[in-house]
């Protein structure tokens, strides 16, 4: 075992953070507060390589490797970016584009992926419906094939970019007959007619994301916008998993340090009966649990990435611990920090108040917890 | 980065497994030794002294990681008999590590040559009734006359007190910190009886009354004078029940599992109940991430050395908690089967408590975590 990151990751590491301080950090309260989504943020992503990372250069990314693409999520993090950001980009670039990457014919990765690796187009995901959460197999909207189209009908839910995205990965069902092995994966333009999005949910946290419905009604698009094969659907969905466990966990992990930091400079500036708060043993308790919390969860996360950088099969059970731990576990850190800021946790000016209603997403975002625990204990 | 432990690591911890269990009965290792000798300890160190176990972490071993592949050997010990386990380490963790670390040559070869080969068993003392959290003062004195030095002092909870050969008591010689090796029979040294406890019920475990003991001089070990020795030896401390929470945990979370399998309710097996599933799986998830993370610290000790004493509080904290909720729901799992005296996840419930106790408690462990995350110190 070797636990260590290379040098280069870690100057790396500390690049994402001096320029994600720099150019975003700033705009995060802003955006928050009036829940909208930051282009230029987003852009400037784009413009720093972070959106295609992992993607060979002649898509216009980097080649990096898993972990350091991890790392950059982690960075975004400990900086003190915004859950909605980051989760804009993990659909952007994990959930979409990375499909695209892996699945689509060499047309049309030459058309989306550098574009989707620059910020130039922004990508969604469409996979959940009203009716079909973790029971993806009971998915409603189905593809026809007509010619040299499909049709697409149906809806889909909690779109992460679906209200600002030009690209959507969709997943619909080729063959209702089937359960999953009748669900197939689509590219879907916005302005397609047919296509549309609703109006973006109003949520707890994560909010300069933009999340909403999507309807696809008699929307035809090019059979050339089939993923792979009819079928093969569900499984590229399961491809997704490994950076759901991965990457798109990793800001929750640095927002653990960014909290560590922050809470630990206001402890020691806070006095309180003559002396600074960070003097209490109550204070120093909450800063360890989340010290604690950010060693342990950084574990989990890497390992996964680790695995997928040595080719090896998703462990299903590993993931979903990954996933189970940083949902569940970093709620009590959020709330911790929040705390300890006092009234001024509650209030909006200080940041904590905002990653504890970010924090409310890991356990329900990318399959609930308790999901997780029925893949576990089924495997166990 | 590697998440893997080598086949040579894997290959010493199905050894070390089949030399643990090959010793006899384990649930003789879990009671108190009738005979007051724990012989069948005493036998399995003998076992032991044929592999590197006890030499992991006082010296390079070939082949294997060191510390890392110490507490990967320590799990599958502690899991086995956490008892013969807590003994094991007092003997050659703590008074061997104290002896490898700071003893002259002529010390080393008295003391660590027969620990190591399993023919000697050490105890190190170092609790007192006064002791502070935040500083050190050791009431145990040693005072200089001519070729001997006069030891007094009273240390509490001494693991293999009652055993052992040796019995190294941490205290002050000349105004700085000493170790004072004190053999079984040196009078004044009067050792109280085997102390009952919740768990680890066949350590011996005692207290230990130091009435003007002589020694000679040259059985006095002084530690560098930069090195906090208290703090040094708490540290290691840590890693041996670091090794413990992972064993016990490993222990209660197997015999749900197996448990819940098996014992079926209303037809079909208990963990098809989604009330005993999601527990399953809530236990693997704090077990999965406390062997990342106590992995990772004991990884740290050599790679990172300037990182690895706030790892192992961290990791001291969440495995030793984790370990208790572990156990705590695996007995609810088993229901009346692991409440009778004897099954493993009672065991090791009974003895899970003792992680968050003993060496830095997990209360303590969390003041220093948070000293070093307001700078307050390193």
């Given at each position: 075992m070797d636990f260590a990151f290379t040098r280069e990751q870690q100057m790396f590491k500390k690049e994402i953070i001096r320029f994600a301080k720099k150019e975003i950090v700033p705009r995060v309260q802003e955006h928050d507060l009036k829940e909208g989504f930051d282009f230029e943020s987003f852009r400037k992503l784009g413009d720093f390589g972070i959106l295609g990372l992992h993607f060979p250069e002649e898509y216009g990314g980097s080649g990096a490797d898993v972990v350091t693409t991890v790392m950059a999520g982690e960075a975004l993090g400990e900086a003190g970016v915004d859950?909605?950001?980051?989760?804009?980009?993990?659909?952007?670039?994990?959930?979409?584009?990375?499909?695209?990457?892996?699945?689509?014919?060499?047309?049309?990765?030459?058309?989306?992926?550098?574009?989707?690796?620059?910020?130039?187009?922004?990508?969604?995901?469409?996979?959940?419906?009203?009716?079909?959460?973790?029971?993806?197999?009971?998915?409603?909207?189905?593809?026809e094939k007509k010619g040299d189209t499909y049709v697409l009908n149906g809806s889909k839910i909690f779109i992460t970019n679906g209200p600002i995205a030009d690209v959507a990965v969709i997943y619909a069902k080729t063959d209702p007959q089937q359960q999953h092995g009748g669900i197939s994966a689509f590219i879907v333009e916005k302005g397609t007619p047919g296509f549309s999005a609703g109006a973006p949910l109003i949520k707890m946290?994560?909010?300069?994301?933009?999340?909403?419905?999507?309807?696809?009604?008699?929307?035809?698009?090019?059979?050339?916008?089939?993923?792979?094969?009819?079928?093969?659907?569900?499984?590229?969905?399961?491809?997704?998993?490994?950076?759901?466990?991965?990457?798109?966990?990793?800001?929750?992990?640095?927002?653990?340090?960014?909290?560590?930091?922050?809470?630990?400079?206001?402890?020691?500036?806070?006095?309180?009966?003559?002396?600074?708060?960070?003097?209490?043993?109550?204070?120093?308790?909450?800063?360890?649990?989340?010290?604690?919390?950010?060693e342990a969860a950084k574990g989990l996360v890497y390992k996964i990435a680790w695995c997928k950088d040595q080719g090896r099969p998703l462990n299903h059970l590993e993931a979903a611990v990954a996933k189970l731990f940083v949902g569940d576990w970093c709620i009590g850190p959020a709330n911790d920090a929040m705390v300890l800021f006092g009234g001024y946790g509650f209030c909006h000016e200080y940041n904590m108040e905002r990653i504890f209603r970010d924090s409310r997403l890991a356990p329900i975002g990318g399959g609930t917890s308790d999901i997780q625990k029925l893949i576990i204990s089924r495997l166990i | 980065m590697d998440y893997d432990f080598t086949e040579a690591e894997l290959a010493f911890f199905a050894d070390i497994k089949e030399r643990v269990k090959g010793n006899g009965s384990i649930d003789a290792l879990e009671r108190k030794d009738a005979s007051g000798d724990a012989g069948q300890i005493r036998r399995l160190l003998?076992?032991?002294?044929?592999?590197?176990?006890?030499?992991?972490?006082?010296?390079?071993?070939?082949?294997?990681?060191?510390?890392?592949?110490?507490?990967?050997?320590?799990?599958?010990?502690?899991?086995?008999?956490?008892?013969?386990?807590?003994?094991?380490?007092?003997?050659?963790?703590?008074?061997?590590?104290?002896?490898?670390?700071?003893?002259?040559?002529?010390?080393?070869?008295?003391?660590?040559?027969?620990?190591?080969?399993?023919?000697?068993?050490?105890?190190?003392?170092?609790?007192?009734?006064?002791?502070?959290?935040?500083?050190?003062?050791?009431?145990?004195?040693?005072?200089?006359?001519?070729?001997?030095?006069?030891?007094?002092?009273?240390?509490?909870?001494?693991?293999?007190?009652?055993?052992?050969?040796?019995?190294?008591?941490?205290?002050?010689?000349?105004?700085?910190?000493?170790?004072?090796?004190?053999?079984?029979?040196?009078?004044?040294?009067?050792?109280?009886?085997?102390?009952?406890?919740?768990?680890?019920?066949?350590?011996?475990?005692?207290?230990?009354?130091?009435?003007?003991?002589?020694?000679?001089?040259?059985?006095?070990?002084?530690?560098?004078?930069?090195?906090?020795?208290?703090?040094?030896?708490?540290?290691?401390?840590?890693?041996?029940?670091?090794?413990?929470?992972?064993?016990?945990?490993?222990?209660?979370?197997?015999?749900?599992?197996?448990?819940?399998?098996?014992?079926?309710?209303?037809?079909?097996?208990?963990?098809?109940?989604?009330?005993?599933?999601?527990?399953?799986?809530?236990?693997?998830?704090?077990?999965?991430?406390s062997q990342l993370l106590a992995y990772k610290a004991a990884w740290s000790l050599e790679s990172e050395p300037a990182e690895s004493e706030g790892l192992i509080m961290c990791a001291k904290v969440f495995c030793t908690e984790s370990c208790e909720r572990i156990c705590s729901e695996a007995l609810k799992i088993l229901s009346a089967t692991g409440y009778i005296h004897g099954s493993p996840a009672e065991r090791a419930y009974r003895c899970a408590k003792f992680g968050q106790i003993a060496g830095t408690s997990t209360e303590i462990a969390r003041v220093k975590i948070g000293d070093a995350a307001l700078g307050y110190r390193k």
């Open positions: 859950g909605g950001l980051t989760l804009a980009y993990g659909a952007h670039s994990f959930l979409c584009a990375d499909t695209i990457f892996r699945h689509a014919g060499e047309k049309q990765r030459k058309k989306y992926v550098p574009g989707l690796a620059s910020g130039e187009y922004i990508g969604c995901m469409g996979l959940t419906e009203p009716d079909a959460g973790s029971d993806v197999a009971s998915m409603k909207t189905t593809a946290g994560v909010r300069t994301s933009q999340t909403s419905e999507l309807f696809l009604d008699n929307c035809e698009i090019p059979a050339e916008n089939l993923l792979g094969e009819e079928g093969q659907g569900f499984n590229m969905s399961l491809q997704t998993v490994e950076w759901d466990r991965s990457a798109l966990l990793a800001p929750f992990v640095g927002a653990a340090k960014y909290m560590l930091n922050e809470c630990a400079d206001y402890a020691k500036k806070r006095e309180q009966f003559g002396r600074p708060i960070g003097k209490f043993q109550a204070t120093k308790h909450k800063l360890a649990n989340i010290r604690i919390f950010y | 003998g076992a032991l002294a044929d592999t590197q176990y006890l030499k992991l972490g006082l010296e390079p071993v070939e082949g294997l990681s060191g510390h890392l592949a110490l507490m990967g050997a320590m799990e599958v010990f502690a899991d086995i008999s956490p008892s013969a386990y807590l003994s094991v380490e007092a003997s050659g963790r703590l008074f061997g590590r104290a002896v490898s670390r700071w003893a002259d040559p002529e010390q080393k070869q008295r003391y660590l040559e027969p620990v190591l080969a399993g023919k000697a068993m050490g105890a190190l003392a170092l609790s007192e009734a006064s002791m502070n959290i935040e500083n050190d003062p050791l009431a145990t004195t040693g005072e200089k006359q001519g070729d001997s030095v006069i030891v007094s002092g009273a240390k509490q909870y001494v693991i293999n007190a009652p055993v052992a050969d040796w019995i190294a008591a941490a205290g002050v010689c000349g105004g700085r910190h000493a170790l004072f090796v004190i053999e079984k029979e040196t009078p004044g040294l009067m050792i109280d009886p085997w102390l009952e406890t919740m768990g680890y019920q066949g350590t011996p475990i005692s207290g230990v009354t130091l009435d003007h003991c002589e020694i000679p001089a040259d059985r006095v070990i002084y530690p560098e004078k930069d090195v906090n020795m208290p703090a040094k030896v708490r540290m290691w401390e840590n890693q041996i029940l670091l090794g413990a929470s992972l064993g016990l945990a490993k222990t209660a979370f197997d015999s749900a599992k197996d448990y819940a399998k098996h014992h079926k309710s209303g037809g079909r097996p208990v963990i098809a109940y989604q009330e005993v599933g999601f527990k399953l799986a809530e236990m693997l998830t704090m077990l999965q991430t």
